[in-house]
């Protein structure tokens, strides 16, 4: 299956699940300084390119305060950070300010523990705070990703660039309610 970059919708924020994380696990905000961290965390979660060194300070270097307030780390009982999400957003998606779920990554030797759903539930409720929509960047190699996604209401953005051909593929490996809503 190729990988291709596909773009999701949520257009409300309405009902967004309440998931706990497991024992042993929670969630704290990111800290000043903190950028080599969720470097780290990108850069082992990552399986589809190179993540480079000034990556963080080239997505959120214009923004860093608000990094403190949108941007979360997943962590152990003992303080080690194994994931990282952020509650961002997308000023002018077809002329209107979305929130959107960005860089959302679980260290490798954490995943598959449950803890992308507990992360996705704490964020998308900051961006509820903030945003009426949600939109993110993904693509079809991330098939657990986009379960999980469609799992909190996002929706194949069907006017996107490739989407026909991306979601049809990913529908034929990824039984999904709402893919059959959308005809895939």
Not at 25 to 50: D, L
Not at 66 to 82: C, K
Not at 142 to 147: L, V
Request: charged content about 25%.
């Amino acid at each position: 299956m190729k990988n291709i970059g596909v773009r999701m919708l949520r257009e409300h924020m309405e009902n967004i699940s309440d998931v706990p994380f497991p024992e042993g696990y929670s969630v704290r905000n990111f800290r000043p300084g903190e950028g080599h961290i969720w470097t780290w965390i990108q850069r082992a979660a990552e399986t589809f390119f190179e993540i480079k060194d000034d990556l963080f300070q080239q997505e959120f270097g214009k923004n860093l305060p608000a990094m403190e307030d949108r941007s979360f780390f997943v962590i152990t009982d003992d303080g080690e950070e194994v994931g990282t999400i952020t509650a961002w957003w997308n000023p002018n998606l077809r002329g209107k300010e979305w929130g959107m779920i960005h860089w959302v990554a679980i260290h490798p030797d954490y995943q598959g523990r449950g803890l992308a759903k507990p992360a996705m539930s704490v964020t998308m409720k900051r961006l509820k705070q903030s945003h009426d929509r949600a939109v993110l960047g993904t693509s079809t190699g991330r098939i657990i990703a986009i379960k999980v996604y469609l799992d909190f209401g996002f929706c194949p953005d069907v006017e996107a660039e490739n989407s026909q051909e991306a979601w049809t593929e990913l529908a034929s490996v990824l039984a999904h309610p709402t893919l059959e809503e959308y005809g895939f």
